[in-house]
């Protein structure tokens, strides 16, 4: 166990259960104070097989008046509330928590700290595996307050929880199914994604990161300075919508803005990802957002650009994009006329260029400042707070689950893996609350949102018909 800082300032550590930060004057408190780090134990794991117990179990701060009040958690958040509601009524029965196992690829219950994983089907590459990664870190980050609990998780794309099946006064309650994404016609749990831990395959690091590396590549170039067009690249094969997006493409008889450009992977591996660095795309004023088979990982990379982003009309959400307003965070593009659409959204931000910077800078510090991982975790932390509560049963350790911890996984494992499992370790302890999770929409709250943004995207098409029309008198 590493205690990090000089000797005379370390804290009193109970190494068995707890470890409680030392009281110290408030003018030098934030100064000499550091955090607990504890390393992997690769040593004592390749040993024993079996998980170290040298992790607390607890973790408490002294109470100080002098350190500042915890933080409300990003508006966002409150959508934990609309996601858990399909249960507030009946609770989680053990029954409905079975019925999600058919599609989902693993089971993951926590008691008393460790977590333990029974796996029905691997997930495609090494989406379980950083899923649940990811969620040891929770448990690294905020040791003795993640409640006990058992869930199922789905790494495939779609959502196939479908509300209407669960309507009614007789219908027993729907299964509670975590994945990725949802829409509004189903009831599946989102969380976050695997890649904000890396994603290997395509050499994506881990979202701490990435932020800054995004960070360095915006301030390579200015708005005003980078080219006038909507920029794209990406695998159409997955969705006939982005096989349409390619239509978009300059030629010699059209130029509808838009430079779009098929990512062909197998290419890119061989040639080390030269050509696919997410930091150096930052050159265009607009990038296009399109969904791919479902929603899609690279929303978050593209709203971190200081680009105007450009959505085609999407047909699902992750746990953050719900917080985003169009023509304040990004602007709104057709769907049935992409090419139309896009060129006016660019022409409209080239002759616009003050309110333009405005709407990527926004999108920018959206994805800097609510969606930095501090916030990814206490999004999951609240989530699982709230889930768990909901449980109408005591989990226990499945006969055929296997505990996991971060030696288990990282010791043994190799290349990019290894490498992006390290990098996003969590060192210890964190030495604060989570954020204060906000109270729940009323529905008239709810109900204003849904119809400003739905008047958001009115309000462009109508300008983006009156410059058509416009065209075709002077034509």
């Given at each position: 166990?590493?205690?990090?800082?000089?000797?005379?300032?370390?804290?009193?550590?109970?190494?068995?259960?707890?470890?409680?930060?030392?009281?110290?004057?408030?003018?030098?408190?934030?100064?000499?104070?550091?955090?607990?780090?504890?390393?992997?134990?690769?040593?004592?794991?390749?040993?024993?097989?079996?998980?170290?117990?040298?992790?607390?179990?607890?973790?408490?701060?002294?109470?100080?008046?002098?350190?500042?009040?915890?933080?409300?958690?990003?508006?966002?958040?409150?959508?934990?509330?609309?996601?858990?509601?399909p249960w507030a009524r009946t609770g989680i029965?053990?029954?409905?928590?079975?019925?999600?196992?058919?599609?989902?690829?693993?089971?993951?219950?926590?008691?008393?700290?460790?977590?333990?994983?029974?796996?029905?089907?691997?997930?495609?590459?090494?989406?379980?595996?950083?899923?649940?990664?990811?969620?040891?870190?929770?448990?690294?980050?905020?040791?003795?307050?993640?409640?006990?609990?058992?869930?199922?998780?789905?790494?495939?794309?779609?959502?196939?929880?479908?509300?209407?099946?669960?309507?009614?006064?007789?219908?027993?309650?729907?299964?509670?199914?975590?994945?990725?994404?949802?829409?509004?016609?189903?009831?599946?749990?989102?969380?976050?994604?695997?890649?904000?831990?890396?994603?290997?395959?395509?050499?994506?690091?881990?979202?701490?990161?990435?932020?800054?590396?995004?960070?360095?590549?915006?301030?390579?170039?200015?708005?005003?300075?980078?080219?006038?067009?909507?920029?794209?690249?990406?695998?159409?094969?997955?969705?006939?919508?982005?096989?349409?997006?390619?239509?978009?493409?300059?030629?010699?008889?059209?130029?509808?803005?838009?430079?779009?450009?098929?990512?062909?992977?197998?290419?890119?591996?061989?040639?080390?990802?030269?050509?696919?660095?997410?930091?150096?795309?930052?050159?265009?004023?607009?990038?296009?957002?399109?969904?791919?088979?479902?929603?899609?990982?690279?929303?978050?990379?593209?709203?971190?650009?200081?680009?105007?982003?450009?959505?085609?009309?999407?047909?699902?959400?992750?746990?953050?994009?719900?917080?985003?307003?169009?023509?304040?965070?990004?602007?709104?593009?057709?769907?049935?006329?992409?090419?139309?659409?896009?060129?006016?959204?660019?022409?409209?931000?080239?002759?616009?260029?003050?309110?333009?910077?405005?709407?990527?800078?926004?999108?920018?510090?959206?994805?800097?400042?609510?969606?930095?991982?501090?916030?990814?975790?206490?999004?999951?932390?609240?989530?699982?707070?709230?889930?768990?509560?909901?449980?109408?049963?005591?989990?226990?350790?499945?006969?055929?689950?296997?505990?996991?911890?971060?030696?288990?996984?990282?010791?043994?494992?190799?290349?990019?893996?290894?490498?992006?499992?390290?990098?996003?370790?969590?060192?210890?302890?964190?030495?604060?609350?989570p954020c204060n999770l906000p109270p729940p929409?009323?529905?008239?709250?709810?109900?204003?949102?849904?119809?400003?943004?739905?008047?958001?995207?009115?309000?462009?098409?109508?300008?983006?018909?009156?410059?058509?029309?416009?065209?075709?008198?002077?034509?």
């Open positions: 166990m590493l205690i990090t800082g000089n000797a005379a300032a370390r804290p009193v550590v109970n190494s068995v259960t707890s470890h409680i930060l030392p009281h110290r004057p408030p003018e030098t408190l934030d100064k000499s104070r550091k955090k607990i780090e504890i390393p992997l134990n690769c040593t004592a794991y390749n040993l024993t097989r079996s998980c170290p117990a040298n992790y607390p179990s607890t973790f408490e701060l002294e109470k100080d008046p002098n350190r500042p009040s915890t933080p409300m958690c990003p508006d966002y958040f409150r959508w934990i509330h609309e996601d858990l509601k029965t053990k029954d409905m928590v079975e019925k999600a196992r058919r599609t989902a690829n693993f089971r993951l219950v926590i008691l008393n700290g460790k977590a333990y994983v029974e796996t029905y089907e691997k997930g495609f590459q090494t989406r379980d595996v950083f899923t649940i990664w990811g969620i040891l870190q929770l448990l690294r980050r905020y040791p003795g307050k993640v409640p006990d609990l058992e869930l199922m998780f789905d790494c495939v794309d779609w959502p196939v929880i479908r509300s209407q099946l669960y309507r009614g006064p007789n219908v027993t309650g729907p299964p509670p199914l975590f994945r990725y994404c949802g829409n509004d016609a189903t009831l599946d749990i989102v969380f976050p994604d695997w890649s904000f831990w890396g994603w290997p395959e395509i050499n994506i690091k881990p979202w701490e990161a990435l932020l800054e590396d995004l960070k360095e590549g915006n301030r390579r170039t200015k708005w005003v300075d980078r080219e006038p067009y909507a920029y794209w690249k990406g695998n159409p094969e997955v969705a006939k919508t982005r096989q349409d997006l390619l239509k978009c493409n300059v030629s010699e008889k059209q130029d509808w803005n838009a430079r779009v450009y098929a990512q062909n992977w197998g290419k890119e591996s061989q040639e080390g990802y030269k050509q696919s660095n997410l930091a150096s795309q930052c050159m265009h004023r607009y990038k296009i957002y399109i969904e791919g088979s479902a929603w899609s990982v690279s929303e978050k990379y593209i709203l971190a650009c200081d680009s105007v982003t450009l959505i085609v009309k999407p047909h699902y959400y992750d746990f953050f994009t719900r917080g985003l307003l169009p023509v304040h965070h990004y602007w709104p593009i057709r769907e049935d006329s992409k090419c139309k659409s896009i060129k006016f959204a660019v022409d409209w931000g080239n002759s616009h260029k003050k309110k333009a910077q405005e709407i990527g800078k926004a999108a920018s510090s959206f994805i800097h400042d609510d969606l930095k991982m501090d916030l990814v975790y206490d999004y999951m932390f609240h989530l699982l707070n709230g889930y768990a509560k909901l449980l109408t049963y005591k989990p226990t350790i499945p006969e055929k689950a296997t505990e996991l911890c971060s030696e288990a996984m990282a010791c043994e494992a190799q290349g990019l893996v290894k490498k992006f499992m390290l990098d996003s370790l969590v060192k210890g302890p964190r030495d604060s609350d929409f009323d529905p008239v709250s709810l109900f204003s949102l849904r119809r400003r943004k739905e008047n958001s995207v009115k309000q462009v098409e109508t300008w983006e018909s009156m410059y058509y029309d416009n065209q075709h008198r002077q034509d």
